[in-house]
């Protein structure tokens, strides 16, 4: 088995690197929104997971039952983190999987 070409390898792992910094950078850009109680609450959070805005319909707000709006806000928020997660896992799950390529196993 030949012996991989170290110059080589270091110029990909840079290019992979910088490719990954834009890729971060682009994510502060993206935002994704879930919402919760039939959209009675939305939660608007990017891509590098910064909440960056939570509306709440009029309807939602039940003096009687906070919990409820309580758990509408939870839900809403816990969605947007998991949908701005697997937009992030999108855009660098490519990039991690190019070390395989380059004779470094398990990457």
Known sequence: MPQPNMNQMLKQVQKMQADMMA??????????EASAGGGMVKVKISGDLIVKAITIAPDAIDPDDPELLQDMVLAATNEAIR?????????MGG?????????????
């Not at 890729?23 to 994704?32: F, G, I, R, S």
């Not at 991690?96 to 990457?107: E, I, Q, S, V």
């Open 23 to 32: 890729a971060q950078e682009q994510l502060k850009d993206e935002e994704v």
């Open 83 to 91: 949908a701005a997660q697997e937009l992030a896992a999108s855009k």
């Open 95 to 107: 990039l991690a999987g190019g070390l395989g390529d380059m004779g470094l196993p398990g990457f």
